[in-house]
C-alpha cells in the first residue's frame, strides 16, 4: 500500500510505498548531467535533476527522495513522465499520438531524452524502488498504432538510433523503446522492479467510465494487454493502473461538470465491479500482477473545497480489499495528478487512519 506526500512522522504508517513524480524538462545541457553541476551552473530549475537546494550536484533529489523514503521503512516509486512535457517545450507538440508520431520519432529529441532516463536510472543504483515508466504514453502509442492497423513493432521510434550506448540492438520501433528502457533499468538501476502504464482507454473504450453494457472490457482489457506485451511488458515486473487522476467531487464543479463517481452498489455502470473486470483481465493475459495507482485521496465527509474534495474510490479499495486481491492487484497506491486536488494533508487525517487501521487488523494480504 503506497501514497504520494511527507515521509511518516514515525514508523511506516501502515505503507510500504512512498511515489514521486518525475515531469518537467530534461536538462538544458548535457554537461548538466556530469557530477558537480547545479542550478546556478546554468543547468536550470524547472529539471528534475536540481530540484533539490542549488548548491548540490544534480541528481540529488532522486537519492535523497530514495533515501528518506527506505529510512521510514518505505519502498520508493518513481513514475517517470517526461516525454510528453518535455516534447512540448522542445518540440511543441501537443498532448496525445504526436508524442508517439513526432516525439518518439525524433532521433535528437530521443537522445536528450533516454540520456535523462540513463542519469535517473544511475541515482538509485542497487537500492531497492519501483519505476513506473510514462503514464498515458503507452496508451497513446496504442492509439497511433489501432489508426496504422499496425502493433507496437510497427510504430516506428529513435531507439538504437538514439542510445546506441545501451540498446544498439533495440529496433526502432515503440516495442524496441519499450524493451530498451526496460533493459536500462536493469543495467543502471538494478535493485528496481520496472512498469509499463497500463490506461483503461488505450484500446478506444474508456473501460472505467463506459456507461454501455454492450461494451465487453475484459476483451478490450486483453487488447491492452497485447500491445504492451508488445512493447516489453513480458520483461517488466508489473503493470500500472489508474482509475482516475483528480476526485469526483472536483470534476463535477468544473464548466462543464464531468461525472467520474463509481457506483458501489453495481446497480449502475461505471461501477468499480466493471474497473476490476478489466483489469483482472488486463493482468491476466499479461501475466503480471498490478498496482492501482494514483487512486484519488477525497472522501465524503469534505467540504468539496480546494485541497478538499470528495470521492468513493478510497474509502471502497479500504472496504474491499478482498476485491482488489480478485482485480489482479499486488498493491494500491494514493494520491492525485494535478494541483489543489485531496492530498494526505489535506483530507483530515483519513487516510493515513484507514491505512494504520488496515495494518492494526492484518488486512488483505496482497500479492508479492
Same mark, same amino acid.
Not at 510500504?16 to 511515489?19: A, G
Not at 491476466?284 to 500482477?289: Q, T
Not at 492530498?343 to 489535506?346: E, L, Q, R
Given at each position: 500500500?503506497g501514497?504520494? !506526500?511527507?515521509?511518516?512522522?514515525?514508523?511506516?504508517?501502515?505503507f510500504?510505498?512512498?511515489?514521486q513524480?518525475?515531469?518537467?524538462?530534461?536538462a538544458?545541457d548535457p554537461?548538466?548531467l556530469a557530477?558537480g553541476?547545479?542550478?546556478?551552473?546554468?543547468?536550470?530549475?524547472?529539471?528534475?535533476?536540481?530540484?533539490?537546494?542549488?548548491?548540490v550536484?544534480? !541528481?540529488r533529489?532522486?537519492?535523497?527522495?530514495a533515501?528518506a523514503?527506505a529510512?521510514?521503512?518505505?519502498?520508493?516509486?518513481f513514475?517517470?513522465y517526461l516525454?510528453f512535457?518535455? +516534447?512540448?517545450?522542445r518540440?511543441?507538440?501537443?498532448?496525445?499520438?504526436?508524442e508517439?508520431?513526432?516525439?518518439a520519432?525524433?532521433?535528437?529529441?530521443m537522445?536528450?531524452?533516454?540520456?535523462?532516463?540513463?542519469?535517473?536510472l544511475?541515482q538509485?543504483g542497487s537500492a531497492?524502488a519501483? $519505476?513506473?515508466?510514462?503514464p498515458d504514453?503507452?496508451?497513446?502509442?496504442?492509439h497511433a498504432?489501432?489508426?496504422?492497423?499496425?502493433?507496437?513493432?510497427g510504430?516506428?521510434?529513435?531507439?538504437?538510433?538514439a542510445?546506441?550506448?545501451?540498446c544498439a540492438?533495440a529496433?526502432?520501433?515503440?516495442?524496441?523503446l519499450?524493451?530498451c528502457? $526496460?533493459?536500462m533499468v536493469?543495467t543502471?538501476?538494478?535493485?528496481?522492479l520496472v512498469?509499463?502504464?497500463?490506461s483503461?482507454w488505450?484500446?478506444?473504450?474508456d473501460c472505467?467510465?463506459n456507461?454501455?453494457a454492450s461494451?465487453?472490457v475484459?476483451a478490450?482489457?486483453?487488447?491492452?494487454?497485447?500491445?504492451l506485451?508488445? +512493447?516489453?511488458a513480458d520483461?517488466?515486473?508489473?503493470v500500472?493502473?489508474d482509475?482516475?487522476?483528480r476526485d469526483? !467531487?472536483?470534476? &463535477?464543479? &468544473?464548466?462543464?461538470?464531468?461525472d467520474?463517481?463509481?457506483?458501489?452498489?453495481?446497480?449502475?455502470l461505471p461501477?468499480f465491479?466493471q474497473?476490476f473486470t478489466?483489469s483482472? +483481465?488486463?493482468t491476466?493475459?499479461?501475466?503480471?500482477?498490478a498496482i492501482?495507482? &494514483? $487512486?484519488?485521496?477525497?472522501?465524503m465527509?469534505?467540504?468539496?473545497?480546494?485541497g478538499a474534495?470528495?470521492d468513493?474510490?478510497?474509502?471502497?479499495?479500504f472496504d474491499?480489499?478482498?476485491?482488489?486481491?480478485?482485480?489482479?492487484?499486488? !498493491?494500491?497506491?494514493f494520491?492525485?495528478?494535478a494541483?489543489c486536488?485531496t492530498?494526505?494533508?489535506?483530507d483530515?487525517?483519513h487516510?493515513?487512519a484507514?491505512a494504520?487501521?488496515l495494518?492494526?487488523?492484518?488486512g488483505?494480504?496482497?500479492?508479492?
Open positions: 500500500m501514497y504520494a !506526500g511527507a515521509p511518516p512522522a514515525s514508523g511506516s504508517g501502515g510500504d510505498l512512498r511515489y513524480y518525475l515531469a518537467g524538462v530534461l538544458p554537461a548538466c557530477p553541476r547545479a542550478k546556478a551552473q546554468g543547468c536550470g530549475a524547472e529539471w528534475w535533476g536540481t530540484w533539490q537546494w542549488d548548491q550536484p544534480p !541528481g533529489f532522486v537519492s535523497d527522495f533515501s523514503t529510512a521510514a521503512g518505505l519502498r520508493p516509486m513514475t517517470y516525454l512535457p518535455a +516534447a512540448q517545450r518540440l511543441g507538440i501537443s498532448e496525445g499520438t504526436p508517439v508520431t513526432v516525439a520519432r525524433d532521433t535528437v529529441f537522445t536528450a531524452y533516454l540520456d535523462d532516463f540513463r542519469f535517473f544511475r538509485l531497492p519501483v $519505476i513506473h515508466v510514462e504514453f503507452w496508451g497513446y502509442a496504442q498504432a489501432r489508426a496504422a492497423g499496425v502493433d507496437a513493432h510504430l516506428p521510434a529513435a531507439v538504437a538510433s542510445n546506441p550506448t545501451d540492438a529496433e526502432d520501433s515503440i516495442a524496441g519499450g524493451r528502457m $526496460i533493459s536493469r543502471y538501476a538494478s535493485g528496481a512498469s509499463l502504464h497500463g483503461a488505450a484500446s478506444g473504450f472505467v467510465s456507461r454501455s461494451v465487453d475484459a478490450e482489457a486483453r487488447k491492452t494487454a497485447d500491445f506485451l508488445a +512493447a516489453g520483461c517488466a515486473d508489473l500500472v493502473v482509475l482516475s487522476d469526483a !467531487g472536483w470534476y &463535477q464543479r &468544473q464548466a462543464p461538470p464531468r467520474s463517481w463509481l457506483d458501489a452498489t453495481d446497480a449502475a461501477s465491479t474497473a478489466w483482472r +483481465a488486463l491476466d493475459r499479461a501475466g503480471k500482477k492501482w495507482w &494514483q $487512486i484519488p485521496v477525497g472522501n465527509s469534505l467540504a468539496n473545497t480546494c474534495w470528495q468513493n474510490k478510497l474509502d471502497y479499495f474491499h480489499p478482498d476485491r482488489v486481491v480478485a482485480s489482479g492487484a499486488a !498493491g494500491m497506491a494520491g492525485s495528478g494541483t486536488q492530498d494526505p494533508d489535506s483530515g487525517g487516510l493515513r484507514r494504520a487501521a495494518a492494526r487488523t492484518g488483505q494480504p496482497l500479492g508479492p
